[in-house]
């Protein structure tokens, strides 16, 4: 069975690959939450166990989900003709619980949210949010399927759905001060500063910690000498932002996909919307290599 139970070292799901040997760890019921992938028999993402082991405290590592908004909005207030809602960074995806099927092909598993109560607080849309994986020859592709769906009683969502998607990958890496990364811009927005910056001189600060915007790119590549290894994002548009993010001493560097910048919803900047009945497609993938 390519899908197993675990309780080892954490309660989990694994998906593995018969042909390759290569492995998922999900755990949806905390987010939809990809704790592990396990490539050519490394493991690719960075996992903070013990923080992962306290409910209370976000995750750090693995691929947290950030829906329906990247980043934070002004004093955490969206703002809809429906009346004002608070809505946390990085949106409410990442801490509700999911649904976990495998794929008819049986090439991958799906991770589903659908809107509910607690979502609909902080978010008044009805919506179905799919994330499809798919484990390849040396690569994990990302399909994502966001539908504005009829409400109950077969009324229609007032008004559009306006969201951003991004995922926040904690991609594993024997020491920041060694990580080089390719394909980005020569300007970004420094996010702690939230101004215009040299891109060069931010990776320069890797080891020190960084929270950088690019983009629109189609490819980056995180090249690990001391792994011996080179991460490649694949994007398109409209998910073909950047964010490179490093959280010193940890043994990562974020690498993160995203269709809009932070406060899209309310600035209008590439904010996306979907009418009622109407759905979105968007895909990455992560390709590994060596080096040399």
Known sequence: MPLQRCLEPYPHWLFRDPASGDSLRL???????????????????????ERFADPALSVRGGIPVLFPICGNLPGDRLTLPQGEFHLPQHGFARDLPWQLQELAAGDGIALVLEDSPESRSQFPFAFRLELELRLQPSALAITVRLSH?????????????????????????????????????????DHHTMAAA?????????????????????????????????????TSAPWDLAVVWSDPPRPMVCLEPWTGPRGALVSGDRRLELQPGQSQELSCCYHVSKLG
């Open 27 to 49: 755990v949806p019921e905390r987010g939809g939450l990809v704790t592990g992938w396990n490539c050519g028999g490394r493991e690719m993402l960075y996992l903070d166990a």
């Open 149 to 189: 769906r009829p409400t109950e009683g077969g009324q229609d969502s007032p008004g559009p759905m306006p969201f951003s998607f991004g995922l926040h990958p904690y991609l594993a890496v024997v020491d920041p001060a060694a990580v080089r990364l390719e394909g980005l811009p020569d300007r970004c927005l």
């Open 198 to 234: 040299s891109t060069a001189e931010q990776l320069q600060r890797l080891c020190q910690g960084v929270d950088l915007l690019a983009g629109p790119v189609g490819s980056v590549r995180l090249l690990d000498p001391l792994a011996g290894l080179a991460i490649r994002m694949v």
